[in-house]
Structure formats: structure tokens, C-alpha cells
């Protein structure tokens, strides 16, 4: 265990939240991230308010068997969210494509090593004993299957130029690879943020009006990269769809430096006049006048939330060494 893991990175002074990257031992460009993954799982799990530390425990030794063993395939990383529902764990599950998921299915059936995760006793005799079920409030296991926008996608229009430009338009063949989202951003490598090296994502959600199908997109797209733009270093938001959930429901991912980089977007959006126009410039002229891209969206969709990569000892849990 590292200093970063136990949340002090920074010299002793324990300022810096430690990204999720710290969480395996894989190398970084070993790694599957939001940045270059074809397909982001996000699960969600209640914990029992009794088993804190033990529930930890299990997510993280689960995420870092799946990053060992499938290695190019998958890489899981847990976060905790910031200030949201307390004990809520979240797994973002990195593949490559959806053909990879098949591959973390034959787990549950091939892997001993891996099934004998799920039956290992994990809970004290002094607490009833158990396994991971007992953690977790029924019902409460859930997903959420992210894939990266490119332009086109769900039968969206652009200008007629930008979706034939996209690799999933242009591959021959019956092979198909999404293009990673790290494609949307002009943003050098060495300043990308993404969901290893962040220090929080905020998960941000919201519904599309279906006559705003193609025009929400473009707003998503341009609020997002005005941000990348003048934020490089400190922010990158991501934008994905919801791939099996309610049909346009989209998803940005922005990857904030630290907590105190949310007040930089705060300003940004003050201060620069040309991010300030995106938000008040008059959009689909032809489908009525007077319109933002307010319109563009349900009423009431729009959702934040805010995770924290997690750490061993976050949130007063103990350390796996203190059983």
C-alpha cells in the first residue's frame, strides 16, 4: 500500500485526493480508461451501513482480480460519491468494445479464481458471518452501459460532412470499433484528464427532447469542448450515450484536476464571453423562435454527481491490513 493510497500523495501535507490509477498495479499505459475505452459499465451498489469497511474490501479486490487477469480487456476502478447518497459504491467497468463483455461473462463460469471471489466468507462471526451478498441492500445492484458519441450516431444529423467522417461510418466489414471518446477532444495527451487521473468525475446526465435529437448533441458536444479548450490541464469533459437505458439520455464525464477546479468552471463560465454565448445563442431557428438550448432538454433531467476515486481509509473505513 502507498502513500498515495492512503489519500497522502503530496509530501505528507494528505491535500491531494489519490486518482483511481492508484488503485492497480498495472502501468498506466496498461490501463483502460474513460479516455480510450469503447465501452464504460458503471455499476451501483447500497452498502449496509455495518459492513462499511468489509464492502471496500470486496469492490476493490473484485476491480483489481478483473485489471490482473484481463489485462487489455477490462480495467475497473471504484469511486465513492463526494455528496451524494452516503455508502454508495460505483465500479466503472473500462472494455474495449462490447465484444469484451462476453469475456467478463465467461468469467463467472470459467474463472475459479474468480467465482471463488463471490463464495469467500468475508463478514466476521461476531457480525453474523457471510459473504458479499449480505454487504449490499437487495435490489440495489445497478448498471448503466456508457458508449463514447461520435457524430451520426443514433441516426443524428451534423452538417452532412462530420458523420462521414467518423471511423464507424468509414470501416468495411462486419467488425465494428466505436471510436474512443478521447477522439472528441483536441486536448494534448500529457494533459487529458480521464477517470484513472482525475482527481473527481462528476457524472453529469440529461434527457433530450426527441425534436432536439441532432441539435442537443452539438450543444453537448460544444459546451463540453469550449471547456476542454481553455481548461486543458485542469478539466476534460467526455461526452457518451446511454446505450440500453432510456432512449436519448446522454451522459458527460468531467474530469476535474481536484475538487477546487470546480470554481475554475465557474469562472470560466463568467468571465469568456464565447463560452457564455454558447449558452444564450438563439438555437434551431426553424423549429420556432427564441430559443436556447434550454429547450433542447426535459424539464427537471438535468443530474450531477460527483465521485471520489476511493482510497483505503476514505470516509473513516479501515485499512485492509486492520482485520
Known amino acids: 500500500m502507498t ?14 485526493v489519490p486518482p483511481a490509477g492508484h488503485q492497480t498495479v498495472l502501468a498506466p499505459e496498461h490501463i483502460l480508461h ?7 459499465v458503471e455499476r451501483t451498489a447500497q452498502v449496509r451501513g455495518e459492513f462499511h469497511s468489509e464492502s471496500r474490501e470486496f469492490a476493490r479486490e ?12 477490462a480495467s ?6 463526494t455528496f451524494g447518497t452516503k455508502d454508495l459504491v460505483h465500479w466503472l467497468i473500462h472494455l474495449n468494445s462490447m465484444d469484451d463483455y462476453e469475456t467478463l461473462v465467461r468469467m463467472g463460469s470459467q474463472d475459479e479464481g474468480y467465482r471463488g471471489l463471490f463464495g469467500k466468507a468475508r463478514i466476521d462471526e461476531s457480525k453474523g458471518g457471510g459473504g458479499w451478498a449480505r454487504m449490499f441492500v437487495d435490489g440495489t445492484l ?4 456508457l458508449l463514447p458519441q461520435f457524430w451520426g450516431m443514433y441516426g443524428t444529423a451534423v452538417d452532412g460532412t462530420l458523420e462521414r467522417q467518423s471511423t464507424v461510418f468509414q ?24 477517470s484513472a487521473n482525475a482527481g473527481i468525475v462528476i457524472h453529469r446526465t440529461a434527457q433530450i427532447m426527441y425534436d432536439f435529437r441532432s441539435e442537443a448533441r452539438q450543444f453537448a458536444r460544444e459546451a463540453a469542448e469550449a471547456i476542454n479548450d481553455n481548461l486543458a490541464g485542469e478539466a476534460t469533459v467526455l461526452l457518451y450515450e446511454d446505450a440500453f437505458g432510456p432512449m436519448d439520455r446522454i451522459h458527460w464525464l468531467i474530469h476535474l484536476r481536484s475538487l477546487g477546479t470546480y470554481q475554475r468552471l465557474l469562472q470560466l463560465h463568467v468571465q469568456n464571453e464565447s463560452v457564455r454565448d454558447i449558452f444564450f445563442r438563439e438555437r434551431a431557428p426553424e423549429k420556432g423562435a427564441g430559443g436556447t438550448w434550454a429547450r433542447m432538454f ?26
Open 298 to 323: 426535459a424539464q427537471g433531467s438535468f443530474e450531477d454527481v460527483a465521485l471520489t476515486p476511493h482510497h483505503w481509509g476514505l470516509y473513516a473505513t479501515r485499512l485492509p491490513s486492520a482485520r
Open 3 to 16: 502513500a498515495a493510497e492512503t489519500g497522502d500523495s503530496t509530501g505528507g501535507t494528505g491535500a491531494a
Open 34 to 40: 474513460s479516455g480510450n475505452s469503447g465501452m464504460i
Open 142 to 145: 445497478r448498471e448503466s452501459v
Open 62 to 73: 473484485l476491480a483489481e482480480y478483473i485489471n490482473t487477469r484481463q489485462q487489455g480487456v
Open 76 to 81: 475497473v476502478f471504484v469511486y465513492e460519491e
Open 171 to 194: 470501416e468495411a466489414g462486419t467488425t465494428v470499433a466505436l471510436p474512443p471518446a478521447r477522439h472528441q477532444t483536441s486536448q494534448p495527451d500529457d494533459l487529458l484528464l480521464h
